[in-house]
């Protein structure tokens, strides 16, 4: 069997909307048998890039990119699943732009995903960390998920893992490869209004090169105003900094290295004296 093309060696702050990271091998994958192949030795699954740290000194593991069939999407309402109320759509390829898809399903007049607006993640990715905002997260408008694992092709309904705040539940090593999502109907006019709201409460974010939030909000509390209120914003390593904007957010001045902002993130909890949990996952 021939190699899965292209597999070549890359710097991973190509990938990564952060910037950082040392090289790794990827593997551009868009069938089933590709897929198997990629994953006969250790890998990891790479999504849009952001809320990820890669390690300066790179991976040894492969990182595998869904592309081709594994990014298409099939919006088209699937009568058996559908009725006047609920809108179920077809495949949509686990690869495929979450911003995209956000807006197609807007002009479409779909309503379920508008909440994660402006947020930059694959399909995929955006199940596995489900990603979200106080508008909403990915597993609300799940109808169901196709999962390769350990070599098998299942199909779950979402609450067959125990997701909850930016996390899944899934496996460690599986790979989300497809979804549905279920949806309600609505005109274009009232999910863009619905996007414009979102949109608007998130002022403030950086424009700049970051990863998003650096830190899952503690309960009741928001992570961005407790490093505001002791006085962390500009706080710089390297390259690294804490936004003037948001204090949620680590961006990349230009050259920053992953230890720059893991340094700089374990210094925000220091001197906070709190162990917030890090919403970056860590490759290395």
């Not at 680590?250 to 925000?268: F, K």
Request: hydrophobic share 40%; aromatic share 6%.
């Amino acid at each position: 069997m021939t190699a899965v093309a292209p597999v070549r060696r890359i710097p991973m702050s190509r990938l990564t909307t952060l910037g950082v990271g040392g090289e790794a091998e990827v593997w551009s994958v868009g069938t089933l048998e590709e897929l198997r192949e990629a994953t006969a030795q250790p890998y990891r699954v790479l999504g849009g890039g952001s809320n990820l740290v890669v390690a300066d000194a790179g991976l040894g593991e492969r990182v595998i990119k869904l592309v081709g069939g594994y990014a298409e999407a099939d919006l088209e309402r699937d009568p058996q699943l559908s009725d006047e109320h609920v809108y179920v759509t077809g495949w949509i390829g686990a690869g495929k732009a979450l911003p995209a898809l956000v807006r197609t399903l807007q002009k479409r007049g779909l309503s379920g995903l508008e909440g994660l607006v402006g947020i930059p993640a694959a399909v995929g990715g955006a199940v596995w960390m489900n990603a979200g905002t106080r508008f909403g997260e990915m597993f609300d408008a799940l109808h169901s998920l196709e999962v390769y694992y350990r070599g098998e092709v299942r199909v779950y309904a979402p609450d067959a893992f125990p997701h909850r705040y930016r996390s899944s539940g899934l496996p460690q090593g599986a790979v989300v490869t497809r979804v549905r999502l279920r949806l309600t109907p609505s005109t274009p006019e009232e999910v863009e209004a619905r996007m414009q709201g979102a949109d608007l409460a998130r002022k403030g974010q950086p424009k700049a090169r970051t990863a998003g939030c650096a830190f899952k909000n503690p309960p009741g509390e928001s992570a961005g105003r407790l490093i505001d209120r002791a006085g962390l914003k500009g706080t710089r390593v390297g390259n690294a900094m804490i936004s003037h904007e948001h204090g949620n957010f680590v961006i990349n001045l230009g050259g920053a290295t992953a230890e720059d902002v893991i340094t700089l993130l374990r210094t925000v909890q220091e001197k906070l004296g709190l162990p917030l949990e890090w919403e970056y996952e860590l490759w290395e």
